[in-house]
Every structure is written in structure tokens, then in C-alpha cells.
């Protein structure tokens, strides 16, 4: 029987802390509070201990729980199944279909992120959202990849991602059950528990990317704070608190001095530190690379662009100054010459909108579908107001070379461009 089991080491939640652009005094200090099951409810009283001494301000909650329960396996989505499937073919000896139906089948866990109730209030508002009894934000978007999994006994020769941005197949209004187990010491065994929650919002990330980003193979939920404490999945969380004291403060101070006693206990599974940030996600630096790759080519392309348009414009107007003289002769006016020029500008203009949208759209698939056979099915933001400006300055630049050259014609007299051409 192949065994699943995941492999640690990528970053799994990148969020951003709102304490971090805060403007500190020389005597004040960002403090990390961290509690990983939160035995005899010392989260809660610590927590409440922090908010009420002087010297302390600007709070920071949260908490993760990872595998927090399973939930209905028929609830995921045909776009998960199908990057979930294709992960499973990257490894080497194959597995069978029938082993990968197997797995497949037995997956179904969810997590869970809890936030305080003023910032699941802000959440709700990016995602419209609609607030009830036992609601939650579902985050729609998960990230598989050959670095997250391994199969025992089997290796995968190159590395892959996939990006799945609707995992659940779950609206918002719908109400849907986990269940959760929790270990039970009186009976040696676990009591299973059916959690119900009702969708507030479904988003895939992007509306509250500036709080929050996941980057792991399973579906997350947001919770409020007031809708976490008492749950039997609370007692595997990890939670969370970060703020800043004043260590010149004598409360805080002696509130700094307690809490780094109680950390100082090996048993107390209470962790008390300095916060740190931490680094970006793999494929998002990868991400970050190719766009400033193509923001670079974009402007480097547009110089060039702009060059051979002036060069093109002025050999023509060079080559068409005779054609010019011979047309002023016959009786054609000065109004009549800009109507050509204006005319011959927009066919150019119009021309090369002809022929590079198929070209771009190709080179794009093109480049699209080596990435993604290199590395797998992952998104990358296109700089599509930059492409506008480029576009939008080249027609002008058209333009502008046209007009300058019809008003530098203007300047000369018809005998003279005669008498130039004869020379």
C-alpha cells in the first residue's frame, strides 16, 4: 500500500501584520505572543491581561488550525480533482490509477483562520459579504506542488505547481458540515464532532490579499475570534497575538518580565518572542521575477518602437516630398495634403494593430505553455496598464512624427522642393 505523507518546509500563510508600519517610540517594542493548544484556556487570560495594562496597545490576533476537520469529499470542485489528479502522475515509479482513485478519495480536510471580530468585519466588507450566526469567509484558492508532497517510495523528477482557484464547490448563503475529532484520554479514544458554518463570502484570495495569503493544498475557512473559542477543533490551534509595549512603562514592563517567565517553561507550550516577518512564497518571488521581466522588455521594446517609428516616418516623408511638390501643382491644397496624411496614419496605426495582436497573442501562449510545462499551472499578474501606456504612447508618437513632418513641408515653397529634387 503507497503511503501519502507531506513534506514540510514551504511557507504555508504569508500575512501581513498591521503592526508593521507602525511608527515605534525608541522605547517601544513589537512582542510575540504564541500558544499551541491552548490548555486551561491560558490564551484567553493572558490575552485579557495584555489588552488591560498600561504601556500596551495596538493588538494583533489570529490563529491557525491546520486539518482542523473533513468535509464532504464531493464538495471539491472538478478543477481540484483534476490538478490534484495531475500531481499524483508527476512521480516516478508511476502509480497506478487505482491508487490514485484511492487517494484521491480519502482526502476532504479543511483549515481554519481565525481573526479578531473588527478584522473579519473589514474581510467581509472586500469580499461582500454578508455577516450571520456561525458565518465564515471560504478561501477559495489552493496550491499544489511536487515540493508540498512526497510519495513513499517514489521521487519526482522535475518540479511542478498547480494553481486551483475554485476548490469547493460552495456559494455563498450555503450551509455545510465537517466533522472534527478530538482525543478523549478517559476512553483512550477520540469523540468525533459535526461542525456546521454558513458561507458569508467565497473569494480566491485576491480581494484580501493585503491581510491574508495561503499557500496550501487544502480549502481555508475565516472565522470571527467570537466564533472560536469553546469549538472542539480550538484545542489544536495555534494562536497568536502580537502587540506592542512600552518597556520604559512599568505594567508593561513587569508584563514583559511574566510572560517571558511562563515561556521559560518547557510544559506551558507558551511561546514569548520579538515578531519577526518572514520570507515571501517560492512561486510568488518566481511570480514577481517574470513580471518585472516583462515590465523590462515592455519599456525596452517601446524605445526601440519609437525609434524605427521616427526613422520609418522620416524616410518616408524624405521619399514622398517630390510626390508631394507634384500634387501642390496639380491643385491639391494645404488642407486637402493633411487629410492624406491623417488618412495614411490611421492605415499604419490600424495596420500594425492587425498584425501584432495575433503575433502578441501567439508569443504569449507560446511562453505561457513552456512556463507551465516547466513548472506547472500557476498564474502570473500581466502589467496590462504599463502594455496600455506603451500603446497608447506609440499611436501618439505616430502622430505627433506625422504632424511634424506635414509642418516641416509646409515651411518649404513648391519650387523649392521642386528645384531640391532636381538637384
Request: glycine share 4%.
Amino acid at each position: 500500500m503507497v503511503e501519502f505523507k507531506l513534506i514540510a518546509g514551504e511557507e504555508t500563510i504569508e500575512r501581513t501584520s498591521p503592526l508593521e508600519n507602525v511608527q515605534l517610540s525608541e522605547t517601544e517594542q513589537v512582542y510575540g505572543f504564541f500558544v499551541y493548544r491552548n490548555a486551561d484556556n491560558i490564551f484567553e487570560d493572558v490575552k485579557k491581561q495584555i489588552e488591560q495594562t498600561e504601556g500596551v496597545h495596538g493588538t494583533d490576533f489570529h490563529c491557525e488550525i491546520f486539518y482542523a476537520g473533513l468535509i464532504d469529499h464531493d464538495l471539491y470542485s472538478e478543477e481540484y480533482e483534476n490538478a490534484y489528479r495531475t500531481l499524483l502522475s508527476q512521480f516516478e515509479p508511476p502509480l497506478s490509477q487505482s491508487e490514485i482513485d484511492s487517494y484521491f478519495e480519502n482526502t476532504g480536510s479543511l483549515n481554519i483562520y481565525a481573526v479578531s471580530d473588527a478584522v473579519y468585519e473589514e474581510m467581509l466588507k472586500k469580499t461582500n459579504g454578508t455577516d450571520s450566526e456561525n458565518s465564515c469567509i471560504l478561501c477559495n484558492h489552493t496550491e499544489l506542488s511536487t515540493k508540498n508532497y512526497g510519495v513513499e517510495g517514489t521521487t519526482a523528477p522535475e518540479y511542478r505547481f498547480y494553481e486551483v482557484s475554485h476548490s469547493l464547490d460552495l456559494e455563498k448563503g450555503q450551509q455545510f458540515n465537517f466533522q472534527t475529532s478530538v482525543y478523549n484520554p478517559e476512553k483512550d479514544d477520540v469523540d468525533v464532532f459535526d461542525i456546521s458554518f454558513k458561507v458569508a463570502s467565497v473569494t480566491d484570495g485576491t480581494e484580501i490579499a493585503d491581510d491574508v495569503k495561503f499557500h496550501t493544498e487544502y480549502p481555508w475557512i475565516i472565522i470571527p475570534e467570537r466564533s472560536l473559542y469553546g469549538q472542539p477543533f480550538a484545542e489544536n490551534a495555534s494562536y497568536t497575538l502580537a502587540f506592542i509595549a512600552d518597556t520604559k512603562d512599568p505594567q508593561a514592563a513587569d508584563l514583559i518580565m511574566r510572560l517571558e517567565e511562563l515561556s521559560a517553561d518547557e510544559n506551558s507550550g507558551v511561546y514569548f518572542t520579538s515578531q519577526n516577518g518572514g520570507a515571501g512564497n517560492a512561486m510568488q518571488i518566481i511570480s514577481g521575477m517574470i513580471r518585472i521581466i516583462m515590465t523590462c522588455f515592455a519599456v525596452i521594446v517601446s524605445i526601440i518602437s519609437l525609434l524605427n517609428i521616427f526613422n520609418s516616418v522620416s524616410a518616408l516623408h524624405a521619399q514622398r516630398s517630390k510626390m508631394n511638390a507634384a500634387l501642390e501643382s496639380i491643385g491639391m491644397t494645404r488642407n486637402q495634403l493633411r487629410s492624406v496624411y491623417a488618412r495614411e496614419t490611421a492605415g499604419m496605426i490600424l495596420k500594425s494593430i492587425m498584425i501584432s495582436l495575433p503575433v502578441i497573442l501567439a508569443l504569449s501562449w507560446l511562453i505561457r505553455t513552456l512556463m507551465m510545462s516547466r513548472f506547472g499551472d500557476f498564474s502570473v499578474r500581466v502589467p496590462y496598464l504599463l502594455l496600455c501606456i506603451v500603446m497608447l504612447t506609440a499611436i501618439l508618437s505616430v502622430f505627433a512624427i506625422q504632424q511634424l513632418s506635414f509642418r516641416l513641408s509646409l515651411k518649404s515653397s513648391l519650387i523649392e522642393q521642386i528645384r531640391s529634387e532636381a538637384r
